[in-house]
């Protein structure tokens, strides 16, 4: 089983920035690859930002793209997620998330979420 946990939101102004980390525990292959996500309520869910297993291929949404930076520390199963010039729009709960092939499908886990709100 493995276990996820975000810290790092919070509240801040317009053009500010945050710093999201995500922890994992448990038994993975090495292969896993990790994102953020985030949703409002009534919303689906949005993929943010992911990254390879080696950290060396990232991909993020176009509504991001220049401003976040997704980073991990295979060694130690870190994740972060450096938001710049934040806005309004990136108000969201923000969630990380690690995904591994298996013989029977996709494993998919989650953490709880940690709430970001950009407000004056």
């Known amino acids: 089983q493995v276990q996820l946990v975000e810290s790092g939101g919070g509240l801040v102004q317009p053009g500010g920035s945050l710093r999201l980390s995500c922890a994992a525990s448990g038994s993975m292959p090495n292969f896993y690859v990790m994102c953020w996500y985030r949703q409002s309520p009534g919303k689906q869910r949005e993929l943010v930002a992911t990254i390879t297993g080696s950290g060396g291929s990232t991909n993020y949404a176009d509504s991001v793209k220049g401003r976040f930076t997704i980073s991990r520390d295979s060694a130690k199963k870190t994740m972060e997620l450096q938001m710049n010039s934040l806005k309004p729009e990136d108000t969201d709960v923000y969630y990380c998330?690690?995904?591994?092939?298996?013989?029977?499908?996709?494993?998919?886990?989650w953490g709880q979420g940690t709430q970001v709100t950009v407000s004056s």
């Open positions: 998330n690690v995904k591994y092939p298996t013989f029977s499908g996709l494993r998919a886990y």
